[in-house]
């Protein structure tokens, strides 16, 4: 079983960065498809990055563009979503997720393709 833990949220102001970690642990020398998920109060969860096992494709939402960033480091089992420029709407519980069966060198933007979640790191963005 894999189990993923989220850190780095927090409160941060308008304009303001945050870098989102997810630890992958519980199967040993595997890197899997993983995505970084947001869900704000009363809304549905919305996929916001995606990226392959290599770390070598990428997929953007298109309301982070340009301002956030996934990356991965698979020798420490960790993937990344590096957020700048954050705006109030930008608030939400974030959560990644992994794709732990059946996979290629693909990513994935659909919510039920992954079948293992973190518990989710809560981002607020205020002045």
């Known amino acids: 079983q894999v189990q993923l833990v989220e850190s780095g949220g927090g409160l941060v102001q308008p304009g303001n960065s945050l870098k989102l970690s997810c630890a992958v642990s519980?199967?040993?020398?595997?890197?899997?498809?993983m995505g970084w998920f947001r869900q704000a109060p009363g809304k549905e969860r919305e996929l916001l990055s995606a990226i392959n096992w290599r770390g070598t494709k990428k997929f953007y939402a298109a309301s982070v563009q340009g301002r956030f960033t996934v990356s991965r480091d698979n020798a420490k089992n960790t993937v990344y979503l590096q957020m700048n420029s954050l705006k109030p709407e930008d608030t939400a519980v974030y959560y990644c997720a992994a794709r732990t069966s059946e996979w290629d060198n693909i990513y994935f933007t659909e919510e039920y393709q992954y079948n293992s979640w973190g518990q989710g790191t809560q981002v607020t963005v205020s002045s």
């Open positions: 519980g199967r040993a020398s595997s890197s899997y498809p």
